[in-house]
């Protein structure tokens, strides 16, 4: 279950609670599982992160996470965030799909360590922490493991740095539209571990509208 809840709406109730939407940490007895899906749910005004999975699995499914805050020390505001464990290097499992993260900081999803299928979504409007730092729509980086993303027929809009880095992992993109980044793509060395970033066919870059082969 979540271990802390900010805003999430939907049939099954309101909450308010300045904090993380939605945490997962995977026990040393076992997984939890967080599905955001079925019906339409939303998870706004949280800080730190919107939806936190830290070695164990989830679903966003028709969902909306937006308005995500940084801290009381001015990191954080990222939307959804997929990590390792940190003591057992677990990997998360992430599927973010038909839906739509905004007004975020830091990153709108990250995937550290860990594996993710982002599908059929869209990703806007994420600015830099309140330190002034990131501000990419996606990055994948592989820290305290490998990590993976198989990108398909996503947006990403108006991110303040890039659309999406890929930091020592492996990441696939395909029929996407990348708009209005500060630039489109970035992948470099994450210490010794080199990236590499595969674009499969149909993805467009550009600003105002995504009609150029992105660089």
Known sequence: GADHIGQIRGPAGHFEHEAIGCALQRALLGPDLC???HDRRLVERSHDMGVFVQG???TVDASIVRDVQPNVLGAGGRGVSAEAHP???GPSTLLFRASLMEQGHEFGVAVVGSQARIEASTIRDIAANALGEFGDGMIVVSERGPA???IT???IERSARAALSVHGGHATIAGS???CQAFDLDFEKYGTLAAKLEDLGGTLCGCPE???VCK
């Open 87 to 89: 003591i057992t290097y």
């Open 148 to 150: 993976t993303a198989t």
């Open 153 to 155: 027929a996503i947006r």
């Open 56 to 58: 164990s699995e989830a």
């Open 177 to 179: 539209s990348l708009s």
């Open 35 to 37: 599905v955001l899906g």
């Open 210 to 212: 995504a009609k150029e």
